[in-house]
């Protein structure tokens, strides 16, 4: 570790190994540090991931891919089932992978492309002069370092210290969360090629249970609640429950709890010096809860707007604004039609959602987009198509794609 670097990018998830990454193939001079021991390791996430937004990062590779997906079931409270499907839209889905060594992977291009790259590092507080962001105060291995730097990417998730450091309002109301919980269970007995969502104010109040596919016979299973819906209910009691009824054969073999930033957008994701990006921007999905494309989308173009800031001189507000405009253009714009279209659904009653599946039962879709999905819902629901008219507009008028979903 030296004294100065061009770019410290704080965490190594997939957003700051892939800014970390664009900021090297750019020529600076970049410091990656994580805080635990093992990059990817303990994983918080079902994995779940869209192909084409992937393959914009990284080459799929079979050591990190668990499933490739043909499709999903959706399942209403009655039991009402909603296929998606490749074969029958002729689209793409996803893959289900394997994010300890999709992490590593990241992380392994970032030094490739020449980052320097540290773990059991983690940033304790940032150098602050003149109201600029200078560097990184951390921690390694017991010992404290002061490490400056032109431009600091704060990459450190949910949990993130670095935008509050630098007087961001990174703030969490707990009903703005989903709180998850999920287990890897051995004995699923499912289609391995599809991923299954149940709804319902039985299964998951205002959110949903996800069992994603990891090959064999594996599956992650999980269930998100979301906060101003749930009270003071657990989502582990939801999931023991589900399990019981719809997994009895099987057994758990790991277990994750994590939240979800589902608010959208923050007010600001910058200070002089200073660029957040994924989760600790909330860049998350509001529907889905998906975070990983839009991190690594974030954090390519923070790499980039680095490299152009530190070539002109100017690290300052001002410049980095670029990436401001740049994310709110593309990933916030779905996140706020993510966001008022999940406004609109979590106030379904069961009865409600039981319609909604049912009218969308022998649907074809044509494509996978949620764009589809909605406009098939339209057709068949009027009240959601005036509940939800001006924002289905605007998302025809800019071609909306959602690539989270
Ligand atoms: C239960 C659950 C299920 C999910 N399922 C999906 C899904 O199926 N698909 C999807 O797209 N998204 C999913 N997500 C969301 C997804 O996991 C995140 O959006 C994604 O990981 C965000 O990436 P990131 O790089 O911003 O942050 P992270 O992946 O959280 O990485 C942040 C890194 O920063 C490190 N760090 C934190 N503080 C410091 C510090 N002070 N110093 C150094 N390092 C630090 C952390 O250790 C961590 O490695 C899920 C989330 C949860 C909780």
């Known amino acids: 570790m030296k004294d100065s670097y061009d770019v410290i990018v704080v965490g190594a998830g997939p957003g700051g190994s892939i800014a970390a990454k664009t900021a090297a193939l750019k020529g600076l001079d970049v410091l990656l540090i ?8 303990p994983v918080r996430c079902a994995e779940g991931v869209d192909k084409i937004s992937l393959r ?6 079979h050591r990190w891919i668990c499933a490739d997906l043909k499709g999903s ?4 409270p009655d039991g009402t089932v909603v296929e998606m499907s490749a074969e029958m839209s002729g689209a793409e889905v996803g893959y289900v992978l394997e994010r300890k060594l999709f992490d590593r992977a990241l992380a392994d291009e970032s030094a ?10 983690r940033a304790t507080g940032l150098i602050i002069e003149d109201d600029t962001v200078c560097g990184v105060k951390l921690m390694h291995m017991g010992e404290e370092y002061t490490v400056r730097s032109k431009i600091v990417i704060g990459a450190d998730g949910i949990e993130s210290k670095v935008g509050r450091w630098a007087g961001i309002d990174t703030s969490l109301k707990p009903k703005d969360m989903e709180t998850c919980v999920q287990y890897l269970v051995s004995g699923a007995n499912i289609d391995q090629g599809y991923c299954y969502f149940y709804l319902g104010n039985d299964v998951a109040p205002g959110g949903y249970v996800w069992l994603f596919p990891k090959g064999g016979n594996l599956a992650n299973v999980g269930v998100g609640l979301l906060g101003s819906k749930s009270g003071k209910q657990r989502p582990i009691d939801y999931l023991n429950k589900f399990i019981k009824e719809k ?12 939240g979800v930033p589902v608010q959208g957008p923050i007010e600001r994701t910058i200070a002089n010096g200073l660029m957040l990006i994924g989760d600790a921007a909330r860049q998350s999905d509001p529907i889905t809860g998906g975070g990983i494309i839009n991190a690594l989308d974030a954090g390519k173009i923070a ?13 300052s507000t001002e410049t980095l604004q670029d990436y401001e405009e740049q994310w709110r253009e593309t990933i916030g714009r779905e996140i706020s039609y993510s966001l008022a279209v999940k406004e609109t659904f979590v106030k379904f009653t069961d009865e409600e959602l039981n319609s909604l599946a049912y009218s969308l039962k022998d649907v074809n879709f044509d494509s996978m987009r949620l764009r589809d999905l909605l406009y098939a819902l339209f057709k068949a629901n009027k009240k959601l198509l005036w509940d939800l008219k001006g924002l289905f507009k605007d998302m025809v008028k800019n071609d909306f794609d959602f690539k989270n979903c």
Not at 34 to 41: F, L, V, Y
Not at 73 to 76: Q, V
Not at 303 to 315: S, T
């Open 73 to 76: 079931y959706i399942y209403s």
């Open 56 to 61: 914009h990062h990284i080459k799929p590779d």
């Open 112 to 121: 490739m492309a020449g980052a320097e790259v540290m773990v059991k590092t």
């Open 34 to 41: 994580e805080k635990r021991q093992e990059i990817g390791d």
């Open 303 to 315: 790499g980039k707007v680095a490299a152009d800031a530190i070539r002109k001189g100017d690290c």
């Open 247 to 258: 997994l009895p054969d099987a057994s758990t073999i790991e277990m994750v709890y994590g």
